[in-house]
């Protein structure tokens, strides 16, 4: 499995866009690019999911590059509301396999 | 449309009792995944299993641990017996195909 690297932490603030980029070097041709968030006292929740180039949907936006060795995941606007902690991970589509977690990037948004 | 639903939330235990935690997918779905979250180690996968046969259980920790799917709408995961190092945070998720659809989790702590 692709192991990935992303931040431990960031913050910022209410109303602001944020970029989270995830490295992830080894990743295989049959790969996929997955973002989770959890909330404290909750399960991980899917937000996104790419192959390459940009993937948009009503809540984020993931952007990778040809060589596919990183991607972004914006966050447009952001409200107190997406203080989580962001899962990137790497895996093939449509598999059954259980998902490998690091360990996320805190994101800590202030008023 | 009810997600995958665990039980209990929490519970709390003495060590060297037997624990059951409970899971019942979302219906339709026909992987389903243990996981296990604490501070030091993150989200682990424990085992999961496909159409209710278990498929990989190299991450259960030891033979204290098992985990049963007796139909397609019901998982256990029991502990026997418990230990203060089992305290952790028990999600089950379920899926048909990516991504998975974690429950809220059962918080278990063994005193």
């Known amino acids: 499995l692709a192991k990935t690297t992303q931040p431990i932490s960031m913050d910022s603030y209410e109303g602001q866009e944020v970029n989270i980029t995830c490295s992830h070097n080894n990743i295989a041709t049959n790969d996929y690019i997955t973002w989770y968030q959890q909330f404290p006292s909750q399960g991980p929740r899917f937000i996104i999911q790419g192959y390459k180039t940009k993937v948009t949907n009503e809540v984020a936006s993931l952007f990778i590059p040809a060589d596919r060795k990183s991607s972004t995941l914006s966050l447009p606007r952001v409200s107190l509301s997406d203080t989580a902690v962001y899962y990137c991970?790497?895996?093939?589509?449509?598999?059954?396999?259980?998902?490998?977690f690091g360990k996320g990037t805190h994101l800590i948004i202030q008023p | 449309d009810a997600g995958v639903i665990q039980s209990p939330r929490h519970e709390v235990t003495e060590m060297g009792q037997e624990v059951t935690l409970r899971c019942k997918p979302i219906?339709?779905?026909?992987?389903l995944f243990w996981y296990r979250q604490t501070m030091m180690r993150g989200l682990e996968l424990l085992i999961y299993f496909n159409n209710n046969v278990p498929i990989d259980d190299s991450g259960m920790p030891e033979d204290r641990f098992s985990a049963k799917m007796p139909n397609a709408s019901f998982s256990t995961l029991k502990i026997q017996p418990s230990e203060p190092r089992d305290s952790a945070v028990y999600f089950c998720a379920s899926s048909r195909t990516q991504p998975q659809h974690f429950g809220d989790g059962t918080r278990l702590s063994i005193l």
């Open positions: 219906s339709g779905h026909n992987s």
């Open positions: 991970l790497v895996g093939q589509w449509g598999g059954a396999d259980g998902l490998t």
